[in-house]
């Protein structure tokens, strides 16, 4: 106890002796923790926009103009059976025109130029979440599609494909960044702590001389590229709530209906940027002080 005392209070001196050189290093890795958490944030968005979007997303799958009552009640019993397919809803040719006079209202009237009811009756699909993958999407399609009384089977392909093409790139892009931030970070710390240790070469010298150990001499170091973290780590979370409470009001002030796209971040969040830091910068500090001979 008195060893770890004795380091702590060391650590906590030099901390203030270097504090210019530290408020440097504290600020490095606020921002880059900040720039990490601001892109992860994103993504999580991101992410939660596609899960929900994907609640409502689905397959059409229009029947032939011939098709019996006997032969869709017979599909529709086929299409249930799916085990990919969660949700069967039969529109009938009369359903499908009011809704589309619903959704055309003033402009309805072009529809009394046909005689007969142009749009035939459908099913629409709604598929497992785990299913909307663009390619396993299209191959569920062709499959339906080649079912006996499906003329055609239509979905959102491009902007399936689209939403899926921009969520893996943001994923990528956060994963390729968090690997750059986290060796920035160990890098600046190591760098300030070898910093450090030079500067008082002449005291661990004497304290050699003393019998000291090389653990009881790495201690203070340990410590002080702890601190280091932590703090970085605390500025950089309470920029992030900062600049996420900021985001939630003005946000809505523009499009208020994307508000509701908007995850609310959780105390466990910052908790984590604060963790983060102080990892990254204890890593560089074991590592400075590891390689540094004495």
């Known amino acids: 106890m008195r060893i770890f005392l ?5 650590a906590l001196k030099s901390i203030w002796h ?7 290093t504290v600020l490095s890795i606020s921002i880059g923790l ?19 979007w994907s609640k409502s997303f689905g397959l059409v799958a229009y029947l032939d103009e011939d098709l019996t009552k006997e032969a869709e009640s017979t599909l529709e019993e086929l299409l249930r059976q799916d085990e990919d397919i969660l949700e069967v809803r039969y529109i009938s040719k009369d359903r499908a ?13 072009i529809l009394e130029d046909f005689r007969e009811n142009p749009l035939p009756s459908s099913f629409e699909l709604r598929l497992k979440t785990e299913l909307l993958d663009p390619e396993l999407v299209r191959k569920k399609a062709e499959a339906i599609q080649e079912m006996s009384g499906i003329e055609e089977v239509q ?32 890098f600046i710390t190591y760098s300030t702590i070898k910093i450090f240790f030079y500067r008082r070469k002449d005291e661990i010298e004497t304290l050699k001389l003393l019998g000291a150990t090389k653990s009881f001499i ?17 500025i950089s979370a309470f920029a992030l709530f900062g600049l996420y409470s900021v985001v939630l009001v003005k946000i809505p002030e523009l499009l208020p209906s994307v508000t509701i ?16 830091g102080a990892l990254m910068s204890f890593t560089g500090s074991f590592f400075a002080v590891g390689k540094i001979r004495y």
Request: hydrophobic share 50%; proline share 2%.
């Open 6 to 10: 004795y380091s702590l209070q060391t």
């Open 18 to 24: 270097e504090k210019w050189i530290n408020l440097l």
């Open 34 to 52: 900040l720039i990490l958490s601001s892109f992860i944030v994103i993504t999580l968005n991101m992410d939660s926009v596609l899960q929900r």
């Open 97 to 109: 025109a009011q809704e589309i006079q619903t959704i055309l209202g003033d402009d309805a009237r």
């Open 155 to 186: 979905y959102g392909e491009k902007w399936l494909s689209s939403l899926s093409t921009i969520a893996q790139m943001m994923k990528m892009g956060t994963v390729f960044l968090g690997c750059a931030i986290f060796t920035a970070i160990i």
């Open 218 to 234: 790495r201690l203070p170091f340990l410590l002080e590229g702890l601190f280091i973290g932590t703090t970085g780590g605390l």
């Open 261 to 276: 796209l908007i995850l609310s971040l959780p105390l466990e969040a910052y908790i984590s940027v604060t963790l983060a």
